[in-house]
């Protein structure tokens, strides 16, 4: 497929952000954080995980890595489409990148956002945030079309059983059946739940993945809040979760998988291989952690897939219970607005 076939002259690879220094981290947090109900002390809390791996988020390094295997698959597919980068609170950021691309005389690109499941902050906020930055870069700015989630596409879901399987088979043979898996996701506000099919979409998920593994059993659960303790979230935490687990009797072995996220940055790393890690170690609990998908060959060829399917007209491939996505959000898709909770007097 030549570039004069497709109706796209371009891919954006569409992401958070991250600090890459110590100086960075409280200008990027502040980004982050700007306009929300988030207490400062938790600022400053989180500012020191950043600063406990050196003040870097491995995201920016982790979504170049992904951009040049998604480089490489188009190629290796003839899909002729130069591929860009921009982020939310961090260089390179949309407004920038649009900049770029409206010099490349680029005019209307697709975009793959690395949130793979729907909610405000996952989908609806990008695309407030790629509209803001058009307003920015003025006339001539290219337009900007969102690929579907892919949340159940029969790759994603591969490439994510295959890392389950991997983690699973660091566990002894004998123990490996009873081992339990956990899935973990940001949590959101309740709020911001109500209106969108976030949890539904990690369940179905994360019930495909197990299904393509074998009997296992599974949770769900929750890590990285951040508002005010007054706000209810998605839980249970992570953290809690193993707790209970220990509690309940008999667990020895867990498999934790980052199922909410693409890659393993910095939230993964802390509240995962940090935190999580260290309750096992207290409560003698024997941890795998499964990785993301991240630059998985299956998860990278999904994202060729996401683009013939919408230049072409092929066939959506998705799997179980849920149908494939909608490319185009309703007008009412994932809004939000946030709750600030009753303070008492």
């Known amino acids: 497929m030549s570039e004069t076939e497709l109706p796209f002259d371009a891919l954006l690879v569409v ?28 600022m400053l809390e989180v500012s020191q995980h950043y600063q406990h791996f050196g003040g870097k988020s491995p995201i920016n390094d982790q979504n170049l890595a992904l951009i040049e295997a998604i480089k490489a698959d188009l190629a290796a597919n003839g899909i002729d489409l130069p591929v860009y980068w921009g982020n939310r609170n961090w260089h390179p950021m949309f407004a920038d990148t649009l900049e770029q691309m409206k010099k490349d005389g680029i005019k209307k690109s697709l975009a793959f956002f690395t949130s793979i499941y729907s909610c405000y902050s996952g989908c609806r906020q990008y695309r407030e945030n790629i509209i803001k930055a058009q307003e920015q870069v003025g006339a001539g700015a290219p337009e900007v079309h969102k ?69 296992n059993p599974w949770d769900l659960v929750y890590q990285s809040r951040s508002g005010p303790p007054q706000q209810p979230w998605l839980d249970p935490d992570i953290c809690d979760h193993i707790q209970a687990l220990h509690d309940g009797g008999g667990i020895k072995d867990i498999v934790i998988m980052p199922v909410g996220f693409v890659s393993d940055h910095m939230e993964v790393m802390f509240d995962l291989d940090t935190e999580a890690m260290d309750i096992c170690k207290e409560l003698s609990i024997n941890m795998v952690r499964a990785g993301s998908v991240g630059v998985h060959p299956q998860f990278v060829s999904m994202v060729s897939e996401l683009i013939v399917e919408r230049t072409s007209g092929a066939e959506k491939q998705a799997i179980g219970n849920m149908p494939a996505n909608w490319d185009v959000c309703p007008k009412d898709c994932c809004t939000y607005t946030p709750r600030r909770p009753k303070m008492s007097s």
């Not at 600090?19 to 409280?26: E, I």
């Not at 159940?152 to 059983?161: D, E, F, Q, R, V």
């Not at 339990?180 to 969108?196: G, Q």
């Open 15 to 42: 992401s958070f952000g991250g600090p890459n220094g110590p100086d960075d981290v409280m200008p990027f947090l502040e980004n982050v954080l700007r306009g929300k109900n988030v207490p400062r002390e938790r």
């Open 147 to 215: 690929l579907r989630m892919a949340f159940n596409h029969p790759l994603y879901i591969g490439a994510s059983a295959d890392r389950v399987q991997k983690a699973l088979d660091q566990i002894p043979e004998e123990r490996r059946a009873a081992a339990r898996v956990v899935f973990t996701a940001h949590s959101i506000p309740i709020s911001m739940a109500e209106n969108c099919k976030y949890e539904t979409q990690l369940n179905e998920a994360s019930r495909l993945i197990m299904e393509a593994i074998g009997d």
